[in-house]
Protein backbone atom coordinates (compact mmCIF):
# COMPACT_ATOMS: atom_id res chain seq x y z
CA UNK A 1 0.00 0.00 0.00
CA UNK A 2 1.34 3.47 -0.45
CA UNK A 3 1.14 4.53 3.14
CA UNK A 4 -2.85 5.28 3.59
CA UNK A 5 -4.45 3.88 6.12
CA UNK A 6 -6.80 1.02 5.34
CA UNK A 7 -10.61 1.48 4.96
CA UNK A 8 -12.77 -0.18 7.82
CA UNK A 9 -16.04 0.98 8.21
CA UNK A 10 -16.11 -0.66 11.82
CA UNK A 11 -13.64 2.05 13.36
CA UNK A 12 -15.61 4.93 11.34
CA UNK A 13 -12.67 4.48 9.18
CA UNK A 14 -14.15 5.18 5.72
CA UNK A 15 -12.33 8.07 3.48
CA UNK A 16 -12.46 11.64 3.59
CA UNK A 17 -15.11 12.05 0.70
CA UNK A 18 -17.36 9.22 2.47
CA UNK A 19 -17.36 11.31 5.84
CA UNK A 20 -18.17 14.14 4.44
CA UNK A 21 -21.34 12.98 1.79
CA UNK A 22 -24.54 13.08 2.62
CA UNK A 23 -26.85 9.47 3.31
CA UNK A 24 -30.79 9.05 2.77
CA UNK A 25 -32.13 6.29 4.41
CA UNK A 26 -34.32 4.38 1.85
CA UNK A 27 -37.19 6.35 3.35
CA UNK A 28 -36.52 9.75 2.44
CA UNK A 29 -35.03 8.28 -1.20
CA UNK A 30 -38.94 6.86 -1.14
CA UNK A 31 -40.61 10.42 -0.50
CA UNK A 32 -37.88 11.72 -3.18
CA UNK A 33 -39.15 9.07 -5.73
CA UNK A 34 -42.50 9.24 -5.31
CA UNK A 35 -42.67 12.84 -5.64
CA UNK A 36 -40.68 12.49 -8.86
CA UNK A 37 -43.37 10.23 -9.93
CA UNK A 38 -46.34 12.24 -8.88
CA UNK A 39 -44.72 14.81 -11.14
CA UNK A 40 -43.87 12.88 -14.33
CA UNK A 41 -47.75 11.50 -13.90
CA UNK A 42 -48.91 14.94 -13.84
CA UNK A 43 -46.56 15.72 -16.85
CA UNK A 44 -47.56 13.36 -18.94
CA UNK A 45 -50.99 11.71 -20.12
CA UNK A 46 -49.56 8.88 -20.42
CA UNK A 47 -47.03 8.15 -17.32
CA UNK A 48 -45.64 4.92 -18.01
CA UNK A 49 -43.54 7.06 -21.23
CA UNK A 50 -41.87 9.13 -18.81
CA UNK A 51 -41.10 6.39 -16.40
CA UNK A 52 -37.87 4.53 -16.93
CA UNK A 53 -37.60 0.85 -15.53
CA UNK A 54 -34.80 2.16 -13.87
CA UNK A 55 -36.30 4.06 -11.80
CA UNK A 56 -39.69 1.81 -11.82
CA UNK A 57 -37.31 -0.58 -9.97
CA UNK A 58 -35.66 1.72 -7.92
CA UNK A 59 -38.79 3.05 -6.83
CA UNK A 60 -40.31 -0.21 -5.82
CA UNK A 61 -37.13 -1.57 -3.94
CA UNK A 62 -37.03 1.70 -1.80
CA UNK A 63 -40.63 1.27 -0.84
CA UNK A 64 -40.45 -2.33 -0.04
CA UNK A 65 -37.43 -1.60 2.33
CA UNK A 66 -38.49 1.66 4.16
CA UNK A 67 -38.72 1.14 7.59
CA UNK A 68 -40.87 4.37 7.59
CA UNK A 69 -43.48 5.54 5.48
CA UNK A 70 -45.12 8.85 7.22
CA UNK A 71 -43.23 12.37 6.11
CA UNK A 72 -43.64 12.56 9.47
CA UNK A 73 -41.82 10.13 11.08
CA UNK A 74 -39.44 9.90 8.54
CA UNK A 75 -38.11 13.70 9.10
CA UNK A 76 -38.44 12.57 13.14
CA UNK A 77 -35.80 9.53 12.43
CA UNK A 78 -33.36 11.94 10.92
CA UNK A 79 -33.53 14.17 13.92
CA UNK A 80 -33.60 11.88 16.50
CA UNK A 81 -30.73 10.02 15.25
CA UNK A 82 -28.91 13.62 14.49
CA UNK A 83 -29.23 14.29 18.21
CA UNK A 84 -26.50 11.56 18.99
CA UNK A 85 -23.45 13.02 16.49
CA UNK A 86 -23.83 9.87 13.94
CA UNK A 87 -21.46 9.72 10.74
CA UNK A 88 -23.96 10.01 7.65
CA UNK A 89 -23.91 6.46 6.98
CA UNK A 90 -24.52 5.47 10.76
CA UNK A 91 -27.51 7.32 10.88
CA UNK A 92 -28.91 5.69 7.71
CA UNK A 93 -28.10 2.24 8.47
CA UNK A 94 -29.64 2.58 11.85
CA UNK A 95 -32.72 4.05 10.15
CA UNK A 96 -32.79 1.64 7.85
CA UNK A 97 -31.99 -1.58 9.78
CA UNK A 98 -34.32 -0.38 12.66
CA UNK A 99 -31.81 -2.69 15.42
CA UNK A 100 -33.82 -3.31 18.51
CA UNK A 101 -31.69 -4.40 20.51
CA UNK A 102 -28.32 -2.17 21.92
CA UNK A 103 -26.05 -5.22 21.02
CA UNK A 104 -28.21 -5.25 17.21
CA UNK A 105 -27.01 -2.10 16.51
CA UNK A 106 -23.30 -2.60 17.70
CA UNK A 107 -23.05 -5.54 15.36
CA UNK A 108 -24.70 -3.56 12.54
CA UNK A 109 -22.24 -0.23 13.14
CA UNK A 110 -19.78 -1.37 15.57
CA UNK A 111 -17.87 2.12 15.45
CA UNK A 112 -20.88 3.32 17.29
CA UNK A 113 -18.92 2.12 20.50
CA UNK A 114 -15.60 3.59 19.27
CA UNK A 115 -12.84 4.57 22.15
CA UNK A 116 -13.47 8.56 22.28
CA UNK A 117 -17.11 8.61 21.47
CA UNK A 118 -20.11 9.52 24.01
CA UNK A 119 -22.19 6.88 23.10
CA UNK A 120 -22.57 4.29 25.70
CA UNK A 121 -25.01 1.63 26.32
CA UNK A 122 -27.86 3.45 27.92
CA UNK A 123 -27.69 6.33 24.97
CA UNK A 124 -27.88 3.78 22.62
CA UNK A 125 -30.38 2.18 24.21
CA UNK A 126 -32.53 5.39 24.78
CA UNK A 127 -31.79 6.18 20.46
CA UNK A 128 -33.06 2.84 20.18
CA UNK A 129 -36.43 3.47 22.16
CA UNK A 130 -36.70 6.95 20.61
CA UNK A 131 -36.84 5.32 16.92
CA UNK A 132 -39.22 2.42 18.68
CA UNK A 133 -41.54 4.95 19.71
CA UNK A 134 -41.97 6.09 16.00
CA UNK A 135 -42.55 3.16 14.28
CA UNK A 136 -45.44 2.38 16.99
CA UNK A 137 -47.28 5.61 16.47
CA UNK A 138 -46.58 5.82 13.05
Known amino acids: MSGEEEENAAELKIGEEFLKAKCLMNCEVSLILEHKYEQLQQMSE ?19 FSRYKNPDAVRQVREILSRYQ ?53
Do not use: W
Not at 49 to 55: P, R
Not at 57 to 64: D, I, T
Open 46 to 64: DPMNQVSQVFEKSLQYVKR
Open 86 to 138: LAEFELCVLGNLCPETVEEAIAMVPSIKTKGRAHDDEAIEKMLNDLSLIKKFE
